[in-house]
């Protein structure tokens, strides 16, 4: 059940070129925040709808209530954001949008395959997929060696493959050259990152079963804009922020 809450800042780092930490204090219990869900957070003051902007759950920690948010500095909404002060309150609706179906799977070994800002919601899975025994391989794509983070996190949790566009750190490439070369034994894998980066995934792994989030295609977050449409394979569309962002990988067109 979606909720308003104060979140409190206790945290807020740089981690890597134009992209930030932030760990969230909240005041009721996060228990049921899942892989995948986002948090919708209202910016400064006026209109909330035009304010808020949905950022992806990197990591929970539900002994302490604490949630963990990584998102980059790309336009006014999340300038500001950074700029904020361990302390300050940040406004949020949470938990947002569709989790990775993990529950109802079963498999032994997950592949995980992240681009840039579609990394961060790919920890909290790999985590929770840990916990349950799951082997994780995870492949991460950034636009260069600046950019690269989380690195260690993911080492800490199974197999990572670093991709940089330009050769400056590990592979040189696309996530998808990666794969290619080193392919991965998995039985589902999970994705999320740019669209374009998704619908070379998707269609390199078309024989595989796969979950996709499309959170990059977000506008208000809250099914008022249409913005975040995508057409699906039974000829109708979905809402990005409300019936996703998380799609089994065949279900939307890209
Ligand atoms: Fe506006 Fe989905 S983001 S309707």
């Known amino acids: 059940m979606i909720r308003k809450d104060m979140l409190s800042i206790k945290k807020l ?9 932030i760990v969230l204090a909240s005041n009721i219990s996060v228990d049921d925040v899942a892989p995948g869900q986002f948090i919708h957070i209202r910016i400064g ?21 604490l949630l963990t948010i990584i998102f980059k500095s790309v336009g006014e909404g999340t300038t500001q954001l950074s700029k904020q002060k361990v302390g ?17 799977l079963t498999m032994h070994s997950a592949l995980l395959i992240g681009g840039g800002i579609g990394v961060p919601p790919l920890y909290y899975l790999a985590k929770q997929l ?7 391989t995870a492949i991460l794509g950034f636009q260069n ?7 260690q996190e993911f080492q800490a949790l199974g197999d990572v493959y670093i ?9 040189q490439g696309f996530v998808t050259d990666v794969y290619q070369q080193v392919q991965p034994d998995f039985d589902c894998y999970f994705s999320c990152g740019p669209t374009a980066m998704l619908k070379s995934v998707t269609s390199t792994l078309e024989d ?8 990059e295609r977000m506008g208000c977050g809250v099914g008022a804009c249409f913005a975040c449409v995508v057409p699906s394979h039974d000829g109708g569309y979905r809402k990005i922020c409300q019936q996703g962002p998380v799609f089994p990988a065949k279900e939307v067109a890209l």
């Open 13 to 21: 780092e740089t981690i890597a070129k134009d992209t930030f930490l």
């Open 208 to 215: 595989k079963q796969g979950y996709i989030s499309l959170e």
């Open 163 to 171: 991709a940089t566009n330009d050769g400056s750190y590990g592979y």
């Open 130 to 136: 840990v916990a349950k025994g799951i082997k994780v």
């Open 145 to 151: 060696k600046e950019h690269v983070f989380y690195e």
């Open 88 to 104: 300050d309150q940040v406004d949020a609706l949470l938990p947002c949008g569709t989790a990775y179906p993990i529950a109802g």
């Open 45 to 65: 003051q006026g209109n909330a709808h035009l304010l808020r902007r949905p950022i992806s759950i990197a990591d929970v920690d539900q002994a302490n209530q």
